[in-house]
């Protein structure tokens, strides 16, 4: 029996259909406010639209993804520049092994890198995984959105965390994008050992 082997590495384009694989059981659930899965063309738009500024890794098994995590924008306006809001995915079988805490460890890594200073998750609730993941990465709860959302023939909260990522003493420098950065300094993190 071959020993499993997980590796972690930065999406591309070509990873759409996969991604897309990997996502399309969440529409079924509450964990995504989505109804109608996207296309392979849409994901395939959605990942080039956020590679070229933050992290959207993919989490391997022997070559083959089995989840994915990535950052994006919190809000649009210009102040909000150091503020994301951080997503995750994994197949279902993966699910419940550790692999979130190690994805999200890797990209709470690269966002202090860039220089973001906030990173925010919001969890549909009730998700007892996700809550015991966001409070052992070390975010706290900053409110609890009631019934924000409908989806599945109910009224749904969405608690807010939060986790601080930089210094506040000062004003800050521009977020670097991804494509920026070291290639030694994200590889080192994407490829460490934790």
Same mark, same amino acid.
Request: charged share 25%; proline share 5%.
């Given at each position: ?7 972690? =590495? ?12 990997? %996502?399309?059981?969440?529409? !079924?659930?509450?964990? #995504? ?10 994901? =395939?738009?959605?990942?080039?639209? =956020? ?10 098994? *022997? ?6 995590? %990535? ?21 279902? &079988? ?14 709470? &890594? ?13 969890? #549909?609730?009730? *998700? ?45 420098? /521009?977020?670097? /994008?991804?494509? !920026?950065? &070291? /290639? ?6 994407? !490829?460490?050992?934790?």
């Amino acid at each position: 029996m071959s020993e499993l082997v997980y590796t972690f =590495r930065l999406a591309t384009a070509a990873d759409a259909e996969a991604l897309q694989a990997i %996502y399309a059981p969440y529409i !079924e659930t509450s964990i #995504t406010f989505e109804c109608t899965c996207p296309s392979v063309e849409e994901f =395939r738009k959605r990942i080039e639209e =956020r590679v070229c500024m933050y992290p959207f890794i993919v989490c391997e098994e *022997n070559g083959k993804p089995v989840g994915y995590a %990535y950052a994006s924008r919190l809000f649009a306006r210009e102040a909000y520049a150091w503020a994301v809001e951080l997503s995750v995915y994994f197949a279902q &079988d993966f699910r419940g092994r550790g692999l979130g805490r190690v994805i999200y460890k890797k990209l709470l &890594d690269l966002l202090t890198l860039q220089g973001v200073r906030s990173a925010h998750g919001k969890v #549909t609730e009730p *998700n007892e995984k996700s809550d015991k993941l966001h409070l052992a990465m070390g975010f706290r709860l900053v409110g609890v959105m009631d019934n924000v959302g409908f989806k599945l023939g109910q009224w749904r909260d969405v608690a807010h965390y939060e986790k601080l990522l930089g210094d506040f003493s000062c004003p800050p420098a /521009p977020v670097v /994008p991804i494509t !920026e950065l &070291d /290639p030694e300094k994200v590889k080192a993190i994407l !490829e460490g050992v934790e």
